[in-house]
């Protein structure tokens, strides 16, 4: 990244409105944003894409929890043609503007407006489901506590065999390592991003991986991570990995 495009990025962060994603402007604010972010953002797409542990034409059914305007929906139905996706999120503009983007996928997916904030977001879902993603939503919360029982409603939301893949912000464990981002995306050919941030992170990584445990799933994983952005998965029970002995 070079010197001009991250003062962009600065001036672009001095000038945005107050993050609140049950104010409709800013939702639309944000939308309009992501366009400038499409190849940092769909590296991170393409990387949850992959570990889903599915044949491209195999049917099943994945819930993606916090969905927004279904940006990762859409890579992820182009891929997995059997795959039916149930969006859930608490933003009315969000789900609209899904619905525009995924229109070509229209009787493959279904839309759930419903705040996190309370365990009642599950009411009017239809589970089992084999996989649930979520991106950059969860951390929202921002109270440990109750992204600690989000974590276990998604676990019973699964079915025995299925796979949580949650990419999210995480804390990093000292103050002084927040600082490493801007830093390292000096160098080019590293291939860090500076865009990749952290506002708000409500814990690490270990603290993470120990609430997907605590929320019932056999096992978690970070499978990826760059300063304060980590890919984490929880594994229900056993999972088939197609090809897998
Ligand atoms: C940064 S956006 C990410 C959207 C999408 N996952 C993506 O990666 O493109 C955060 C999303 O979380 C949703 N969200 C935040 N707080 C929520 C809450 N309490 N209940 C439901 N959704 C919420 C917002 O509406 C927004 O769509």
Same mark, same amino acid.
């Given at each position: 990244m070079?010197e001009?495009?991250?003062d962009?990025?600065?001036?672009q962060r ?5 993050e609140n994603w ?5 939702v639309s604010y ?5 366009d ?6 769909m @590296? $991170?797409?393409? #990387? *949850? !894409? ?14 993606n929890?916090?969905a ?12 997995f043609?059997g795959?039916?996706?149930?969006l859930?999120?608490?933003a009315r ?5 899904a619905?525009?983007r995924l229109?070509?996928?229209e009787?493959r ?5 419903a705040?996190?904030a ?19 939503a969860?951390?929202?919360? @921002? $109270?440990p506590s #109750? *992204? !600690?029982q989000i974590?276990s409603?998604?676990?019973?939301l699964?079915d025995?065999g299925?796979?949580f ?10 103050p002084?390592f927040?600082a490493f ?17 952290g506002g708000g992170?409500?814990g ?7 609430w997907l445990?605590?929320?019932g799933?056999?096992g ?8 304060q952005v980590?890919l ?6 056993a999972l ?5 002995e």
């Open positions: 070079t001009a495009t991250r962009q990025i600065m001036a001095a000038q945005r409105p107050r049950f104010d409709e402007e800013y944000w939308i309009d944003e992501q400038q972010r499409a190849n940092e953002r @590296r $991170q797409f393409v #990387r *949850i !894409r992959a570990l889903v542990p599915k044949d491209p034409r195999q049917e099943f059914r994945y819930i929890v916090g927004g305007a279904g940006h990762l929906d859409e890579v992820l139905l182009e891929h043609q795959a039916h996706a149930t859930q999120d608490g503009g969000m789900l609209e503007a619905r525009q229109r070509r996928f009787s997916v279904d839309y759930v407006q705040d996190l309370t365990p009642d977001w599950t009411e009017a879902l239809t589970g089992p489901f084999d996989v649930a993603v979520s991106s950059i969860i951390h929202n919360l @921002r $109270q #109750r *992204i !600690r974590y409603e998604i676990h019973d699964l025995a299925g796979l893949l949650n990419l999210d912000y995480v804390r990093v464990t000292r002084g927040s981002a801007p830093w390292a995306a000096k160098d080019a050919d590293a291939g860090f991003s500076y865009a990749r941030g992170s409500p690490t990584v270990e603290e993470q991986l120990g445990r605590e929320a799933f056999a978690a994983e970070c499978f990826w991570k760059e300063f980590a984490l998965a929880g594994m229900r029970e088939l990995v197609p090809g897998a």
